[in-house]
């Protein structure tokens, strides 16, 4: 029975760090496109804007995750990645 238990908390571990690296690699996928429009465009260096427009989005959608009202609503509620990154400091016990 110990083994079992492991082996899912082994299981819901990696299936935690998957969603992440799907969530960095989407991130990285919609940054690496905005980073070449605004980087040609405004003459700026364009891995300077990829780096930059990578840490707008993922501050913007954590923060957004993390926020109590927006997860409350249904629009937070899709997001597993904010089920599992938010923070219950709001919840009261």
Not at 6 to 20: A, C, D, N
Not at 31 to 45: A, D, E, R
């Amino acid at each position: 029975m110990k083994y079992l238990e492991l082996f899912f908390k082994i299981l819901l571990g990696l299936l935690k760090l998957l969603i992440v690296l799907s969530f960095i690699a989407i991130t990285f996928g919609i940054s690496y496109g905005l980073g070449w429009i605004v980087g040609s465009l405004s003459g700026i260096n364009i891995t300077l804007c990829r780096v930059i427009s990578f840490i707008l989005i993922t501050i913007s959608v954590l923060s957004t995750m993390n926020n109590p009202q927006v997860y409350h609503n249904n629009f937070g509620k899709f997001f597993i990645l904010g089920y599992l990154l938010r923070n219950n400091s709001h919840k009261k016990e």
